[in-house]
């Protein structure tokens, strides 16, 4: 597929993207708007002086769930792993008492 141009508005400014298909465009769009809505929720709670505050903050907050998100995909792939010697070692023993 070919690139095209799509336009999203993050913090009342236009930005130009070029993405490859129309799932990516739904993804950038919703990222958007979900943007859009947290700095909307900072705006309304906190005192703040331009929108570049409410954008840091927005930022520090899905950092945050990024790493948090990816600590849990790291314990899951453990545990996962954990699991998978723990079912060799039942069908080793399983085996050698048949």
Same mark, same amino acid.
């Given at each position: 597929? /070919? +690139?095209?141009?799509?336009?999203?508005?993050?913090?009342? /400014?236009?930005?130009?993207?070029?993405?490859?298909?129309? %799932? +990516? +465009? !739904?993804?950038?769009?919703?990222?958007?708007?979900?943007?859009?809505?947290?700095?909307? +929720?900072?705006?309304?709670?906190?005192?703040?002086?331009?929108? !570049?505050?409410?954008?840091?903050?927005?930022?520090?907050?899905?950092?945050?769930?990024?790493? !948090?998100?990816?600590?849990? %995909?790291?314990?899951?792939?453990?545990?996962?792993? !954990?699991?998978?010697?723990?079912?060799?070692?039942?069908?080793?023993?399983?085996?050698?008492? %048949?």
């Amino acid at each position: 597929m /070919r +690139e095209q141009l799509i336009s999203v508005i993050i913090a009342e /400014r236009p930005y130009r993207l070029s993405i490859k298909s129309e %799932s +990516e +465009e !739904q993804m950038f769009r919703n990222a958007a708007r979900l943007i859009n809505e947290k700095m909307n +929720e900072y705006g309304s709670n906190f005192a703040f002086r331009d929108k !570049q505050d409410l954008l840091a903050m927005v930022t520090l907050q899905f950092a945050v769930e990024f790493l !948090q998100f990816e600590g849990a %995909s790291r314990n899951r792939t453990k545990i996962l792993g !954990q699991l998978e010697s723990l079912d060799r070692l039942l069908d080793e023993n399983l085996l050698d008492r %048949s």
